[in-house]
């Protein structure tokens, strides 16, 4: 049983299996596995989500009910009766993984959550390892990989990549969905997402993230996730962000010339002792060194945009600490003990919602549902898996 691979999370293991009994799960199962089956599950445009390329393909109903997919996934997933329904969803489908820049946390996640569909995956990690060391173009590598797998999720070290693979797949016979993963310094829409789905959970006490004061702190200039995070404040209201950077690594003019357009308060500042207190969540990030060409990070003084235990004093009981992650020294792993840091979660979050992001993308969102109706727990219960 589930049950005994999950010491202390008593009630958990068990729950679809009482509330989602055997018989009745079954019959869910096969009703789910027989839709599959019958639609053969192919993402369409018009229909639903395809490309995802950047966050402007989400509005408000989009990000709430990504938001809510991805908590009804992952209490299915604590059960073993949940997780094999999951896992009967997508098992015909093969997902890309085209990560040609270093990733962690996005591959690792992005692969779980196909395997948690029960789809499989195949990847180039190495592009010396593929046919692009013999001079294959990217656009005839793209849709190679098209030719043998029904998405694509790929992540380079170039800007406009995706959108590029995206365009290219608009123009042929055999049109798959492109995820985009990080695209150079530009753009990093499903990380966009899971913090989006880490704020609205951390806030489910408090009304969620309307009316909230966001800090964002670190390379602002170069950091992708603070764009594609500040792209999708416009669908809250009554947000207001802080920017707290060295003045070299300030927020880009192009995102403070998107939130003036959009009504979004801001403010930026490099005293993150005076703003610590008026914060309700604070995004921390680190230096994207990768980007300097002359050592530029190493001039900086990170001291003052750095978290440690003296900030915690400083921070309001019910705020809370995120983070892309991989961290630098910007955040004291002293910190990882206090109950505001949530960025392990955030990490975690991140799976669950590329799941609801597959899920979506390949319709069969109503399976979830109703695998979910049958389970009967209520979405956002407060529990941090
Ligand atoms: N947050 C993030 O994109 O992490 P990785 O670079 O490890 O994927």
């Known amino acids: 049983m589930l049950a005994c691979a999950l010491p202390g999370r008593r009630g958990l293991a068990h729950r679809a299996g009482a509330r989602l009994p055997a018989s009745r799960a079954n019959r869910t199962r096969a009703n789910a596995t027989q839709s599959v089956t019958e639609t053969l599950v192919l993402p369409t445009r018009g229909a639903g989500l395809f490309h995802v ?19 009804r996934v992952r209490t299915l997933a604590k059960s073993e009766v949940g997780a094999r329904a999951l896992r009967d969803l997508l098992p015909t489908r093969r997902a890309m993984l085209y990560f040609t820049q270093p990733s962690t946390r996005t591959f690792l996640s992005f692969n779980n959550a196909c395997h948690i569909l029960g789809m499989r995956t195949s990847e180039i990690r190495d592009p010396s390892t593929s046919s692009e060391v013999k001079g294959e173009s990217f656009d005839d590598s793209i849709r190679t990989f098209s030719s043998y797998v029904d998405v694509i999720i790929m992540r380079t070290k170039e800007a406009g990549r995706a959108a590029q693979a ?20 530009d753009q990093h829409p499903t990380q966009a997402l899971l913090d989006i789905y880490t704020l609205a959970r951390s806030f489910t006490a408090r009304g969620g993230i309307d009316g909230k004061v966001i800090g964002m702190m670190g390379d602002l200039k170069r950091g992708r996730t603070v764009r594609s995070l500040c792209y999708l404040m416009r669908h809250y209201e009554g947000v207001r962000l802080v920017f707290i950077a060295p003045p070299q690594f300030a927020m880009e003019r192009d995102i403070k010339t998107y939130l003036d357009h959009h009504g979004i308060a801001y403010s930026e500042t490099t005293q993150l002792d005076a703003v610590l207190p008026e914060l309700d969540a604070l995004y921390v990030t680190r230096m994207q060194t990768e980007w300097d060409t002359a050592g530029e990070s190493r001039a900086v003084d990170l001291k003052p945009f750095s978290v440690g235990t003296h900030e915690l004093t400083l921070m309001k009981r019910d705020a809370f600490i995120m983070h892309p992650l991989p961290r630098g020294p910007e955040i004291d792993p002293l910190v990882d003990h206090d109950p505001r840091a949530m960025y392990w979660r ?9 799941v609801a992001v597959l899920i979506k993308i390949f319709g069969v969102e109503h399976i979830v549902m109703a695998l979910a109706a049958a389970d009967s727990e209520p979405p956002f219960a407060g529990r941090l898996a």
């Not at 950047?54 to 809510?68: M, Q, S």
């Open 166 to 185: 995206a365009k290219l797949m608009d123009s042929i016979p055999r049109p798959v969905p492109v995820i985009n993963a990080g695209s150079g310094s």
């Open 346 to 354: 955030q990490e975690r979050n991140g799976m669950w919602m590329r």
């Open 53 to 71: 390329i950047d966050p402007h393909v989400f509005d408000r109903a989009l990000l709430d009910e990504l938001c809510d997919l991805a908590t």
